[in-house]
């Protein structure tokens, strides 16, 4: 009888995430036959990447990731990507993996400060916004923590795709100590105003309540739509919901959040967000981390990030609603509609 012919299985795959998965015992499994420490010789591996001292910035490394360079893929194309991926650390890692063939950890720091501060119009007030369609978020976290509540304002300004206004609410008993033994400032900023202080222990929703009502009647705001994180919001919701608003839940997951975080970037890159420089949410930009899957989505990584980030959270919500209602308003009747002939 003839040799027994053997399956020919084959693995092409970019670098993956740290953390357990097929991948990574794979990949474990790959690079103990390439550096001899396991021999099977029904294993044929070739692996393309950078070494492990080698600067991700530099043009001159990517042919030891990229074989084809020039072919398939051009130098321009990769520095190019470089480029977004050092304007918008969200980006670094995808970019690291996909185009670099390096493994990253999971999470990422996401946005830049610096980028943040270039957005800032200290001249931009509440009056801004009368009149306006408003796109909110609202970011409970929990009774004792940063309440935050975004409003999104699409601009028709060239160069300006949206205006952004924040209110912050923390209880007051518990300011002077977090001050203290966090360092973070709250009680400055209360004092400037940027956030406000509910009496008590515990955030009051019913202050909450009436400053968003104040926001419509005495500041002629015109919600559109209200979005909110479902987690420990039925009540003020349904209170909400009673006053007229039209509240909608937003999941925190990949779904819900990936698209806002990728035109957060942009919009951030470009300079096409205007807000008036809030020392809370510029606090809440630099300690905000991404989570990434797989397929390169992002997600606001809250159990990772340096410290609260319910600024950007209220922030993005607000933002994925403001994409919806946009996405709906440049389709075609016809994509909803039948047909009809006249005759």
């Known amino acids: 009888m003839g040799a027994r012919l053997q399956p020919l299985i084959i693995y092409i795959t970019t670098a993956g995430v740290a953390g357990e998965s097929i991948y990574q015992e794979t990949h474990q499994y790959a690079r103990r036959v390439v550096e001899g420490t396991v021999q099977d010789d029904d294993w044929f591996v070739y692996v393309a990447t950078l070494d492990p001292d080698d600067d991700w910035t530099d043009p001159a490394v990517y042919a030891k990731a990229n074989p084809s360079l020039g072919v398939t893929v051009q130098l321009e194309e990769l520095i190019a990507e470089r480029d977004r991926a050092l304007a918008?650390?969200?980006?670094?890692?995808?970019?690291?993996?996909?185009?670099?063939?390096?493994?990253?950890?999971?999470?990422?720091r996401w946005l830049s400060v610096e980028e943040w501060d270039a957005c800032c119009d200290q001249s931009l007030t509440l009056e801004a916004f009368r009149g306006r369609r408003v796109f909110a978020g609202l970011d409970l976290a929990s009774t004792r923590d940063v309440t935050a509540l975004v409003l999104l304002a699409p601009s028709d300004e060239d160069g300006v795709d949206f205006d952004m206004w924040e209110h912050y609410w923390v209880p007051e008993d518990g300011i002077a100590k977090r001050s203290r033994d966090d360092g973070v400032p709250y009680d400055v900023w209360r004092d400037q105003g940027w956030l406000e202080a509910t009496h008590g222990n515990i955030t009051d929703y019913d202050v909450i309540r009436e400053r968003i009502r104040e926001y419509a009647d005495d500041n002629g705001i015109g919600f559109v739509e209200l979005a909110y994180d479902r987690w420990n919001a039925n009540q003020l919701i349904t209170q909400l919901?009673?006053?007229?608003?039209?509240?909608?839940?937003?999941?925190?997951?990949?779904?819900?959040?990936?698209?806002?975080c990728r035109e957060l970037e942009k919009l951030i890159a470009g300079r096409r967000i205007r807000h008036r420089g809030n020392p809370v949410t510029r606090w809440m930009v630099g300690n905000v981390t991404a989570a990434q899957d797989p397929a390169g989505n992002l997600k606001p990584d809250k159990a990772r990030s340096a410290e609260k980030v319910d600024g950007v959270v209220a922030l993005l919500m607000a933002l994925g609603r403001a994409i919806v209602h946009q996405e709906d308003s440049d389709r075609s009747v016809y994509e909803d509609e039948d047909l009809f002939c006249l005759g």
């Open 88 to 108: 918008i650390p969200g980006r670094q890692n995808a970019f690291r993996r996909l185009r670099l063939n390096q493994q990253t950890e999971q999470a990422n």
């Open 241 to 260: 919901g009673g006053d007229g608003l039209t509240c909608v839940p937003v999941g925190q997951g990949y779904a819900s959040m990936s698209g806002p």
